[in-house]
C-alpha cells in the first residue's frame, strides 16, 4: 500500500477546537508498519540495548512508574512489542493481578512468550499475549486499572483512534502511560535526535541488515505530536487530565493522561 500524506481535520463531537487526524501518514501504512516490526522481531531487544546504551530500561521503569499500576491490578500493555513494559507491569500486580500485552505484530509476540517461558517469577504468569489492534480494543468499557503504551502511539496510523480506545477499556480514576521519541520544540534537542539516527540508530541497524527498517524513525517523529498537542488530544478524548514529562534532555516524552 503506496503511503499517503494527506491529513483530515475533524472535531471531536462537543469540541470546537479539531485535531488533526491521519488517514494515513507519511512513511508506512498499517500493513507495512505490521510487516516492518515482524522483520526486525528477532533483533529487537539487542537493537535497543544498543541503541540506548540501556537507557530503554529507565525509561520504561519511568512509564510503569507513571501508570499507577498496583497489586491486584487488571492492566493493559498495549503494543506490547517483546513484553518489556507487560513483564515490568507483572511486577507491579503480582500473582492475584492480570497484565495483557497486546500487539499486532506475531513476531514480537513469539519473542514475548518464548522470553517468558523462560522467566521464573510466579507474578510472570500472569500474562496473556494477544494479537490485536490498538485501533479496536477487543476489550469491554472500564476493563483496565491501568494501561501503558512504550514506543506504539506514534506508530499507529490514527491517534486520535488510539487514545480513545484506551479511554474507553480504562476505569474511571484510572491512569494510562504513554512513553515514545518527544516531538520537541526545541532546536538543540531536535538536532541531537536527528544526529543520533543519522549517524548511530541507522548505521547499526544497517550492520543487522535493516537499514531501511529504521530508517523510518525520523520521519515518524517527525509526523508525531509535540507534547502539548499530546496533552490536547488526550483531553478531547475524553481523559480528566494529562501531563506530559520530557524525560532524557527531551529526547523522550511521556504522556500521563488519566480517565
Not at 506475531?106 to 500472569?126: D, G, P, T
Not at 490514527?158 to 516531538?183: C, H, I, Q, W
Not at 517527525?222 to 478531547?236: I, P, R, S, V
Amino acid at each position: 500500500m503506496a503511503a499517503s500524506s494527506h491529513l483530515s481535520l475533524r472535531p471531536l463531537p462537543g469540541h470546537n477546537r479539531p485535531i488533526f487526524r491521519s488517514i494515513c501518514r507519511p512513511v508506512l501504512c498499517a500493513a507495512d508498519r505490521q510487516a516492518l516490526f515482524n522483520r526486525i522481531a528477532p533483533v529487537y531487544d539487542n537493537l535497543n540495548d544498543m541503541l540506548s546504551l540501556g537507557q530503554h530500561r529507565i525509561w520504561k521503569r519511568m512509564a510503569v512508574s507513571w501508570s499507577g499500576a498496583k497489586e491486584g491490578d487488571n492492566v493493559l500493555d498495549l503494543c506490547c512489542g517483546s513484553g518489556d513494559l507487560a513483564f515490568l507491569l507483572s511486577e507491579k500486580v503480582g500473582p492475584k493481578g492480570k497484565v495483557i500485552g497486546v500487539d499486532f505484530s506475531k513476531e514480537q509476540l513469539s519473542v514475548a512468550s518464548s522470553r517468558q517461558h523462560l522467566r521464573s517469577k510466579a507474578c510472570y504468569n500472569n500474562i496473556k499475549w494477544v494479537e490485536g489492534s490498538a485501533l479496536d480494543l477487543p476489550f469491554s468499557d472500564c476493563y483496565f486499572d491501568a494501561i501503558t503504551m512504550g514506543y506504539g502511539l506514534r506508530n499507529v496510523i490514527d491517534f486520535r483512534t488510539a487514545m480513545e480506545g484506551m479511554y474507553r477499556v480504562l476505569k474511571p480514576g484510572s491512569k494510562t502511560s504513554v512513553l515514545d521519541f518527544n516531538k520537541s520544540t526545541g532546536t538543540l534537542a531536535t538536532s541531537i535526535q536527528e544526529w543520533m539516527i543519522d549517524n548511530v540508530v541507522v548505521p547499526v541497524a544497517t550492520g543487522y541488515g535493516l537499514e531501511k527498517e529504521y530508517k523510518y524513525l525520523e520521519s515518524s517523529i517527525q509526523e508525531f505530536l509535540t507534547g502539548t498537542d499530546l496533552e490536547k488530544l488526550a483531553l478531547e478524548a475524553g481523559f480528566a487530565n494529562a501531563k506530559h514529562f520530557e524525560i532524557s534532555g527531551g529526547l523522550m516524552g511521556n504522556l500521563v493522561a488519566t480517565r
